[in-house]
């Protein structure tokens, strides 16, 4: 038996991929390929190359191996160009769900771990939100997030199916330098590329109610990361509960003056940040806290912010 990763030969999947493969369970990806890398994917694990919302080919999959829950990953996931482009953004994290779940449904698979985002707490009240804190997403892409979890609600009403949904923010490092993260809009590949050309990377506000001044966020290892999806998936099959929702959060994160003076001990790269205005919106400190997610999967911070910056420079050089 197998699990099926959608989106597994992208830089969070293939993490996943990996861990599964670890923890000695069978796996199959299906990616199509718009930000994923074949080459992530490990040859002897079953590929397909599609799209979740072409269904006659979820239905030939299911068809051809024995899987026994999803771990859903595969989606458009840049918040900021959602906004740009809401019906792609829609399309492909509302209908790709539906249509998943319907093809689950077909082949009769009903345990599935979803790929969420703290993106659906929007600009919340309190700093360090918890499962909680009332969703109020800011994006289309955090609306489409928020809208899979409500999808994998009501059909778990009215069919049998057993799901989780994990929510963090930023996911950072690698486990080994074969799986970059080659966002062009995440933080670290963008701090990497500044660093590259010979530009000073930008800190947005230094006035900020916090220790430094700077923003914080939170940011959290992909390796991490995977091994709670994993940890998801190994109490699916024994049949333990689990929450609806999870944060998968470090409950204090970093500010941006921090990421930056480990940017240089990590890069070897000696600079100066420059001093940009604050951005509209930005606020001051937004963590989430892993509290539950400890408590049942295996939820840790397992490395330090110098490991974080260390492993994604060298996956990126």
Same mark, same amino acid.
């Given at each position: 038996?197998a699990? =099926?990763?959608?989106g597994g030969?992208g830089? +969070?999947? !293939?993490?996943?991929v990996?861990?599964?493969?670890?923890?000695e369970?069978?796996?199959?990806? +299906?990616?199509? =390929?718009?930000s994923?890398? $074949?080459?992530f994917?490990?040859a002897?694990? %079953?590929?397909?190359e599609? *799209?979740?919302l072409?269904?006659?080919?979820?239905?030939e999959? /299911?068809?051809?191996? &024995?899987?026994?829950?999803v771990?859903h990953?595969?989606?458009?996931?840049y918040?900021g160009?959602?906004?740009?482009?809401?019906?792609h953004?829609?399309a492909?994290?509302? @209908?790709?769900?539906?249509v998943?779940?319907?093809?689950?449904?077909?082949?009769?698979?009903?345990?599935?771990? /979803?790929?969420? *985002?703290?993106g659906?707490?929007?600009?919340?009240?309190?700093?360090?939100?918890?499962?909680?804190?009332p969703?109020?997403?800011?994006?289309?892409y955090?609306?489409?997030?928020?809208?899979?979890?409500? =999808?994998l609600?009501?059909?778990?009403?009215? @069919?049998?199916?057993?799901h989780? *949904?994990l929510?963090?923010f930023?996911?950072v490092?690698?486990?080994? #330098?074969?799986?970059?993260? @080659?966002?062009?809009?995440n933080? /670290?590949?963008?701090?990497? $590329?500044?660093l590259?050309e010979?530009r000073?990377?930008?800190? /947005?506000?230094d006035d900020?109610?916090?220790?430094?001044? @700077?923003?914080? $966020?939170?940011?959290v290892?992909?390796?991490?990361?995977?091994r709670?999806?994993?940890?998801?998936?190994?109490?699916?099959?024994?049949g333990? %509960?689990?929450? %609806?929702?999870?944060?998968?959060?470090?409950?204090?994160?970093?500010?941006?003056r921090? +990421?930056?003076?480990?940017?240089?001990?990590?890069?070897g790269? &000696?600079?100066? #940040?420059e001093?940009?205005?604050r951005?509209?919106?930005? %606020?001051? =400190?937004?963590?989430?806290?892993?509290?539950?997610? !400890? $408590?049942?999967l295996d939820?840790?911070?397992?490395?330090?912010?110098?490991?974080?910056v260390?492993?994604?420079?060298?996956?990126a050089?």
């Amino acid at each position: 038996m197998a699990w =099926l990763v959608t989106g597994g030969a992208g830089y +969070i999947g !293939a993490h996943v991929v990996r861990a599964l493969q670890e923890a000695e369970l069978g796996v199959v990806v +299906i990616d199509d =390929l718009s930000s994923g890398h $074949r080459e992530f994917v490990p040859a002897e694990v %079953p590929f397909v190359e599609a *799209s979740v919302l072409d269904g006659t080919t979820l239905d030939e999959l /299911f068809a051809e191996h &024995d899987i026994e829950g999803v771990i859903h990953l595969a989606g458009y996931k840049y918040a900021g160009e959602s906004v740009k482009r809401p019906l792609h953004t829609y399309a492909q994290n509302v @209908t790709g769900t539906a249509v998943l779940l319907a093809a689950m449904e077909r082949a009769q698979v009903s345990r599935i771990v /979803f790929s969420s *985002s703290a993106g659906v707490y929007g600009t919340p009240r309190d700093e360090r939100v918890t499962e909680a804190t009332p969703t109020t997403p800011e994006s289309p892409y955090g609306e489409s997030k928020l809208i899979g979890e409500w =999808l994998l609600a009501d059909q778990a009403r009215a @069919t049998e199916l057993v799901h989780t *949904s994990l929510r963090y923010f930023n996911v950072v490092g690698s486990e080994v #330098p074969e799986l970059p993260d @080659t966002s062009p809009y995440n933080l /670290f590949p963008l701090v990497f $590329r500044a660093l590259k050309e010979g530009r000073a990377p930008k800190i /947005f506000g230094d006035d900020y109610p916090t220790p430094d001044g @700077t923003a914080v $966020r939170d940011y959290v290892h992909v390796a991490d990361l995977a091994r709670s999806h994993v940890a998801a998936a190994r109490r699916m099959r024994a049949g333990e %509960p689990l929450e %609806p929702v999870y944060n998968l959060g470090s409950g204090e994160g970093s500010s941006v003056r921090q +990421i930056m003076d480990a940017m240089v001990r990590g890069t070897g790269v &000696d600079f100066t #940040p420059e001093i940009a205005p604050r951005r509209r919106g930005d %606020p001051a =400190l937004i963590v989430a806290d892993g509290q539950l997610a !400890a $408590r049942d999967l295996d939820w840790a911070m397992r490395h330090t912010l110098d490991d974080m910056v260390a492993s994604a420079w060298a996956a990126a050089r």
